[in-house]
């Protein structure tokens, strides 16, 4: 069985609903130029000056399943009590899809690749001017409005149902935990099903085209997903290798 439930396309937040950012950053200067500048834009601004903090405003127990209490984080990296790549990481293993900017003095090809593995959606090296962030921020705001938007309420194959929204994926009717690449790897698939995909294809689709590892880290990504959804990883029915191409669900 497949299926597809999408919902219709609403209106971006009219100016009467500010999109609310939360600020982690532990350096005073740059916490409050941030802040400014992006008030200035119209957002709402949370500041926080540890990860610890940070994860306290963000585990709020009022809020529905699917609900988030930000649209935004800019998150700086070295943090006092839980640092900036142990936070991101946390967050996407919970669930949360709210796009995530990393703040960085380190700017080596090495950091971006491991903010961005661990779940970041950009990374900005300090200093940096705030006419960029700004930027940043509005692109990653306009994207992720869109996705929500646009994205189905769930999508169905034979015994997988996968929650895009919730970041949750149910196998015979029990919930299954991910990490954030296999939910990738297995939302790509069924938004495709029996599509052949390349490595090279889902590196470019799920780990970003300036991703510089090996390519046999999506075999390894792929015999996990397998551990998890098939009854007898070795072989498989639902994720299936097609040998001298890649792979496809079904």
């Not at 609403?10 to 130029?33: A, K, S, W, Y």
């Not at 529905?64 to 070295?78: A, H, S, T």
């Not at 692109?139 to 970041?167: D, M, S, T």
Request: charged share 25%.
């Amino acid at each position: 069985m497949l299926s597809i439930e999408s919902r219709p396309y609403t209106d971006p937040p009219q100016l009467g609903q500010p999109q609310r950012l939360l600020i982690v950053e532990d350096e005073q200067l740059i916490r409050e130029m941030v802040t400014l500048a992006l008030e200035d834009e119209g957002y709402q601004v949370q500041t926080a000056v540890d990860g610890q903090t940070a994860l306290a405003f963000l585990s709020d127990p009022h809020l529905q399943p699917g609900e988030f209490p930000f649209d935004l984080i800019v998150l700086d990296l070295m943090l006092p009590q839980v640092n900036g790549l142990d936070l991101c990481r946390l967050l996407r293993q919970q669930g949360n899809p709210v796009p995530i900017l990393i703040l960085s003095a380190k700017g080596s090809e090495t950091d971006r690749v491991l903010g961005l593995e661990v779940g970041a959606d950009d990374y900005l090296t300090k200093p940096f001017s705030m006419r960029e962030l700004v930027a940043r921020c509005r692109a990653l705001l306009r994207r992720h409005h869109y996705n929500v938007v646009n994205k189905p309420l769930r999508f169905e194959f034979g015994e997988i149902i996968l929650y895009p929204q919730q970041c949750r994926v149910l196998l015979r009717g029990e919930e299954i935990n991910l990490a954030p690449k296999e939910f990738r790897l297995l939302e790509l698939f069924m938004k495709s099903p029996r599509r052949v995909w390349s490595r090279e294809q889902l590196l470019d689709r799920v780990w970003g085209f300036d991703f510089m590892g090996d390519s046999k880290t999506v075999d390894v990504h792929i015999r996990w997903l397998r551990e998890k959804l098939e009854t007898d990883p070795s072989h498989p029915e639902y994720i299936i290798t097609v040998r001298g191409f890649g792979y496809r669900l079904g």
